[in-house]
């Protein structure tokens, strides 16, 4: 084993890594660490998932989730800072990463506090809908500001004509 040539190779990676935009490298670590999340909690609710299915399969669900849990909550922070001049863009996506990880980890943590107190068996279900819930109501939270927003600007006293006798 060459001790030189994986210095220099993990050398290159850290060079790669540091040249990355701050926000691509931002989601890169929010997806990691979102990736560990839900293979914990696949790991800890759908025990048997591990048993039938070899490793590559449950790196692709694990990322899968991942992926869409982090879409999703990034979509949601641009919706709620899209008339928000002052928040910056790698602002937005450093916060989604951020509440991201923060929920799964509560999730992740009253599901199975749920889970010892009640002996369920197989509450991955519980998980997504605790998870995914939390997501559908930012989402319909954000879109009812939003909507109320608008309707309070196009309801402007100076814009409404006045009744001429």
């Known amino acids: 084993m060459n001790l030189e040539l994986i210095g ?12 990355l935009p701050l926000p691509l490298l931002y989601v890169i670590i929010s997806l990691i660490i979102l ?16 048993i039938e299915n070899p490793i590559g399969i449950i790196i692709m669900f ?3 989730f991942s992926f869409t849990w982090f879409m999703l909550s ?3 922070s641009m ?15 450093f916060a989604s990463g951020f509440s991201s990880v923060f929920w799964l980890c509560f999730s992740l943590l009253v599901t199975y506090v ?10 991955f279900d519980n998980f997504l809908l605790l998870s995914y819930g939390y997501l559908v109501f930012l989402l319909v939270k954000t879109a009812i500001v939003y909507h ?3 309707c309070t600007k196009s309801k402007n006293p100076k814009e ?3 009744k001429t006798q």
């Open 8 to 19: 220099k190779t993990s050398k290159k990676v850290i060079d790669n890594i540091r040249s």
């Open 160 to 162: 409404q004509p006045t």
């Open 148 to 150: 109320w927003e608008k």
């Open 62 to 64: 694990c990322f899968g």
């Open 114 to 123: 749920l889970k010892r107190l009640c002996h369920w068996s197989d509450c």
């Open 35 to 50: 990736c560990v999340y839900w293979f914990i909690a696949l790991f800890l609710f759908k025990r048997q998932f591990y």
């Open 79 to 93: 919706l709620f800072t899209k008339n928000k001049e002052s928040i910056s863009a790698d602002a937005t996506i």
């Open 74 to 76: 990034l979509f949601i």
